[in-house]
């Protein structure tokens, strides 16, 4: 919640014509633009995900399934894994990780219900998982570069804030819909290092 406030204020210091702080194109304040652009691939892969799971399940005559425990923990001790070999406490990178694969889950959530009520909006031919998961372990790689890199803007006391003007950089841009908004939201506010 402390984050959408802060997406909110950074709003309206960036269409300010003096901001309280840094000048709005600063290094500073741009700093974390590297690691949001990277947590913003990563949740588009969410639509693919979503159009080869609901493929698979209308295949099936089942229901499209979401939740992926197994790969989840994969995905969890592999990161942790890797941020060990990069002096990254284990708590903040699977807080990290919760945060991409809950705010991915979020995509698919919105994508999966979207198509339940307007079935002619699913992708005519959905991708195949093999050809993401490639995209997804190489993003996951550099989100953990990224968190080694900008270790210390994470673990500043402005880290929220910082992460926040990123975020709002991306709003602006207006390359993203609402859904993906929402999860990049979810997913930033798992960035900034617990205290």
Same mark, same amino acid.
């Given at each position: $919640?402390?984050? /959408?406030?802060?997406?909110? $204020?950074?709003?309206? @210091?960036? $269409?300010?014509? /003096?901001?309280?702080?840094?000048?709005?194109?600063?290094?500073?304040? +741009?700093? @974390? *633009?590297?690691? /949001?652009?990277?947590?913003?691939?990563?949740?588009?892969?969410?639509?693919?995900?979503?159009?080869?799971?609901?493929?698979?399940?209308?295949?099936?005559?089942?229901?499209?399934?979401?939740?992926?425990?197994?790969?989840?923990?994969?995905?969890?001790?592999? $990161?942790?894994? @890797?941020?060990?070999?990069?002096?990254?406490?284990? !708590?903040?990178? +699977?807080?990290?990780?919760?945060?991409?694969?809950?705010?991915?889950?979020?995509?698919?959530?919105? %994508?999966?219900?979207?198509?339940?009520?307007?079935?002619?909006?699913?992708?005519?031919?959905?991708? !195949? %998982?093999?050809?993401?998961?490639?995209?997804? *372990?190489? /993003?996951?790689?550099?989100?953990?570069?990224?968190?080694?890199? +900008?270790?210390?803007?994470?673990?500043?006391?402005?880290?929220?804030?910082?992460?926040?003007?990123?975020?709002?950089?991306?709003?602006?841009?207006? !390359?993203? *819909?609402? %859904?993906?908004?929402?999860? @990049?939201?979810?997913?930033?506010?798992?960035?900034?290092?617990? +205290?």
């Amino acid at each position: $919640m402390r984050l /959408v406030m802060l997406i909110v $204020m950074s709003a309206a @210091l960036i $269409m300010s014509p /003096v901001s309280a702080g840094a000048d709005p194109g600063s290094d500073q304040d +741009r700093s @974390l *633009d590297r690691l /949001v652009a990277l947590v913003l691939e990563r949740l588009d892969t969410g639509d693919a995900v979503a159009a080869a799971k609901w493929a698979s399940a209308a295949e099936t005559g089942t229901e499209p399934t979401i939740d992926d425990p197994a790969r989840e923990a994969v995905v969890y001790d592999a $990161m942790a894994r @890797l941020g060990a070999g990069l002096d990254l406490p284990e !708590n903040w990178v +699977r807080q990290v990780f919760a945060g991409q694969i809950e705010a991915n889950k979020t995509v698919q959530r919105g %994508l999966i219900t979207r198509w339940r009520f307007d079935p002619s909006a699913v992708p005519s031919s959905p991708p !195949n %998982l093999a050809s993401v998961r490639p995209v997804i *372990d190489r /993003v996951n790689v550099e989100i953990v570069d990224q968190l080694a890199a +900008r270790r210390s803007e994470l673990t500043a006391p402005d880290c929220a804030e910082r992460v926040a003007h990123s975020v709002f950089g991306v709003f602006t841009a207006g !390359n993203t *819909d609402a %859904l993906h908004q929402l999860a @990049l939201v979810r997913a930033a506010a798992a960035l900034c290092a617990p +205290r």
